[in-house]
């Protein structure tokens, strides 16, 4: 994903917690700026999970419309704004392909169960999300054409990884050992941007 | 299962992807309120959501925009000050004015759809009725054709059982030209010999003529007429023994009749030619006295 957040962002001056501000006051115009900063990354992942434009256009302005009226729960002071954007994009998009598949479904929860609003350390800078993901697509080009392959079924497609091993007839200790790999390299790179 | 043994399975869960019975166990501990493992999985979804980088690099269509704000905005906007609110009420006639415009060419264009869907179904129903025509006239000649059918059909079948009668006909001349051939035969041979029977004419008279190869020809003038269910058999009598039978004939309706008896060895053996009246289908031995008894040998 091209990550392309507005000048302002870049300068800082303004920050996820300020929209979110405006967002709780039903600002159109806030709703508007959380869109242009984040829109191009959720569309990018929502379109490699959907394939279609058209359902990927209907996902997104599905996104923005609970982005605007779950604005009010929202705790600015405390969440990532970015992340939760993302991972709702992800999540919507596969429900979406898998809508038959109750288990998929079910257990989408987690984003919600921990509370996207609740961080587990400070609050996330307005840029920081984005900036993150660039920096670990980079970091993950290390990866070997399995490790990346069973990263990509899990995050894109929602398989398991069972479902995994039996998509691409590997063993599922196999790919258990190459998840493990690819999710152990995924914290470093993780560590690696937040300690920048 | 301990926080170490979970400690690889966060990932998986925050991606929705953990199998059971790990995925019940975390989710059994965030509901408890676990501290630890709230914290787990708020840092794993944080850190999965990095992934969205590896989607390619694509940009949202600009119009995407409009539609979503579009979705939100027309019901939530604040109204801050009377001057924004007249301007709104200003902007919102403006809108009302621009769609009562718009409805009104809408309504004309609803019209002539309206009008060019009657032409259209005035057409079609012009073309219904010219199709029903059509269809009384091909239900009129096909009767016409079952007609005509059923006429040829009858006339087939008398054509087949006049055949059959021809073909019955064919049969019994070719049976004729076979007799008359045999007649010609016996008649023609030079060592046939001629014997007459019957003096007068106003009895039954004619002659029989028997070949050296043993053929009999009998040939009749003035016999009695028979009954429907009679026929006259003719007998080759020997000097000693029953009589063998020579075959049937009928003489037609003038008394006369040519009949040649199947040309037998045994023929020549025979001392008289008899013929007596039997039923129909013939007899074995003679069932009547002889009407006609010709010697054989002087």
């Known amino acids: 994903v091209e990550i392309q957040p507005s000048s302002k962002d870049r300068s800082g001056e303004v920050a996820d917690s ?44 599905e996104l923005f419309i609970r982005v605007w009226n779950r604005g009010r729960e929202f705790d600015a002071g405390r969440g990532a ?15 979406h392909v898998r809508s038959a598949q109750a288990r998929f479904t079910q257990r989408l929860a987690p984003v919600e ?13 307005p840029e920081s999300v984005l900036d993150q993901a660039r920096t670990v697509r980079t970091a993950l080009s290390s990866l070997t054409a399995n490790e990346k392959q069973v990263l990509e079924l899990a995050y894109f497609e929602g398989c398991s990884q069972s479902e995994i091993a039996s998509r691409i007839g590997a063993p599922l200790g196999t790919v258990k050992s190459w998840m493990r790999a690819a999710l152990s390299r995924l914290r470093e790179a993780a560590k690696g941007t937040a300690a920048v | 299962m301990t926080h170490e043994e979970m400690f690889e399975l966060y990932e998986l869960y925050a991606l929705g992807v953990l199998e059971e019975p790990a995925y019940s166990e975390i989710y ?33 269509p600009r119009n995407l925009r409009r539609r979503v704000l579009a979705s939100v905005h027309p019901v939530s906007a604040p109204v801050r000050s009377w001057t924004s609110a007249l301007g709104g009420l200003g902007a919102l006639c403006l809108v009302l004015l621009g769609m009562a415009l718009w409805s009104s060419n809408q309504a004309q ?36 054709m079952h007609a005509m059918v059923d006429a040829l059909t009858s006339q087939r079948n008398d054509l087949r059982a006049q055949m059959q009668m021809l073909v019955a006909e064919r049969g019994r001349l070719r049976n004729q030209r076979g007799e008359l051939q045999t007649v010609v035969n016996v008649v023609a041979n030079a060592g046939t010999r ?33 009954a429907p269910d009679r026929t006259f058999q003719l007998w080759l009598v020997p000097a000693k023994g029953p009589p063998r039978s020579g075959g049937v004939f009928r ?30 289908q013939g007899s074995p031995a003679p069932t009547t006295k002889p009407v006609i008894v010709v010697p054989l040998r002087s």
Not at chain 1, 25 to 36: F, H, K, N, S, V
Not at chain 1, 113 to 125: I, K, N, T, W
Not at chain 2, 198 to 219: E, Y
Request: proline content about 4%; glycine content about 6%; hydrophobic content about 40%.
């Open chain 2, 109 to 144: 264009r609803m019209r002539s759809t309206v009008d060019a869907l009657t032409s259209q179904r005035d057409d079609l129903r012009g073309r219904v009725s010219t199709l029903n025509s059509e269809r009384t006239e091909l239900l009129r000649r096909a009767q016409e």
């Open chain 1, 113 to 125: 169960q921990v509370d996207h609003f609740r961080p587990a350390s400070s609050a996330v800078e």
């Open chain 1, 18 to 61: 300020d929209l979110v501000a405006r967002l709780r006051e039903r600002d159109p115009d806030a709703l508007g700026a959380i869109y242009d900063r984040y829109a191009h990354a959720a569309y990018a992942v929502v379109l490699r999970i959907t394939h279609d434009r058209g359902v990927t256009e209907d996902l997104l302005q």
């Open chain 2, 194 to 226: 001629t014997l007459p029977f019957g003096a007068a004419n106003d009895v039954p008279h004619g002659r029989v003529f028997i070949s050296p190869t043993g053929g009999v020809v009998f040939v009749g003038l003035q016999l009695p007429q028979l």
């Open chain 1, 81 to 95: 704004l970015g992340v939760w954007i993302l991972s709702i994009a992800r999540n919507l998009a596969i429900d």
């Open chain 2, 28 to 60: 059994k501990h965030i509901e408890e309120g676990c501290e630890h493992c709230t914290s787990r999985v708020h840092s794993a979804v944080k850190t999965t959501s990095y992934l969205a980088g590896l989607a390619e690099d694509i940009t949202a």
């Open chain 2, 251 to 280: 003489p037609n309706s003038l008394g006369e009749a040519i009949y040649a008896s199947p040309a037998l060895s045994g023929n020549l053996n025979a001392a008289a030619v008899a013929v007596s009246v039997e039923p129909r």
